[in-house]
Every structure is written in structure tokens, then in C-alpha cells.
């Protein structure tokens, strides 16, 4: 049986408690919801400079300014629990007594960056 809203639910339960003189909990017999940590509305405040970047991005792209600053927050999120995995295994990795000695960490930089 489907319910249109709680408050039908609520008042099913309310007509078999009166019916069967035993009490149902609704919870009992719904799915458990488990709360969901949301920003319900915000506002970011740019500089006016920021914002006709923002908003010539925009129009270059033929997409929304909201859409260019979602993907930029979603990137900048992305990039950030990446770094701290990465400084997480380093820092695992110096616990175990893995390093490079000095020599080896120059080869590599000098491998990647060309003078």
C-alpha cells in the first residue's frame, strides 16, 4: 500500500491503534533516513574582478555562472582530498623508514623539470 504523505501514514496508524488498541510506530515500518549534511543555500561574495572572470568564462562556454562555480568548488574539493590522501601515504611511508636520500630526490626533479 502506498501513502501520498506522512501525515496519511500517520493517521493509518492512528486508525489501527484505535481499532486493535495496540500502538504502531510509524519508524517501525518505514525505510531509516540517515541524515544528510547539506548546504541549503549559500552565498559567495566575489570580487568584482573574480566575478567578470566568472562570468566571461561563462559566456565563452555558453554555460551558467553557477555551473562554472560548481565545477570550481567540485574541482578544488577533488584536488584537496587527493593532496591528503598523497601527504597520508608520504607521511606512512617516512613512519616505515622509506626515504629518498638527497642525491636521488635531486635526479628526480632535475628527470622532470629540465634546466
Not at 495496540?22 to 519508524?27: L, V, Y
Not at 566575489?46 to 553557477?66: N, S, V, Y
Not at 555551473?67 to 598523497?86: G, N, P, Q
Request: glycine share 4%.
Amino acid at each position: 500500500m502506498e501513502y501520498s504523505s506522512l501525515d496519511d501514514e500517520r493517521r493509518l496508524c492512528a486508525a489501527r491503534q484505535d481499532k486493535e488498541g495496540s500502538p504502531e510506530s510509524i519508524n517501525s515500518r518505514l525505510t531509516p533516513v540517515f541524515p544528510r549534511h547539506t548546504l541549503k543555500g549559500m552565498e559567495v561574495d566575489f570580487t568584482p574582478d573574480l566575478q567578470a572572470k566568472i562570468t566571461r568564462l561563462a559566456a565563452e562556454q555558453g554555460r551558467d555562472t553557477k555551473a562554472i562555480v560548481r565545477e570550481a568548488v567540485e574541482r578544488f574539493v577533488d584536488y584537496d582530498e587527493w593532496f591528503l590522501r598523497e601527504v597520508e601515504k608520504g607521511l606512512a611511508a617516512a613512519d616505515r623508514g622509506e626515504f629518498m636520500e638527497h642525491d636521488d630526490v635531486s635526479k628526480l626533479i632535475d628527470s622532470r623539470y629540465p634546466a
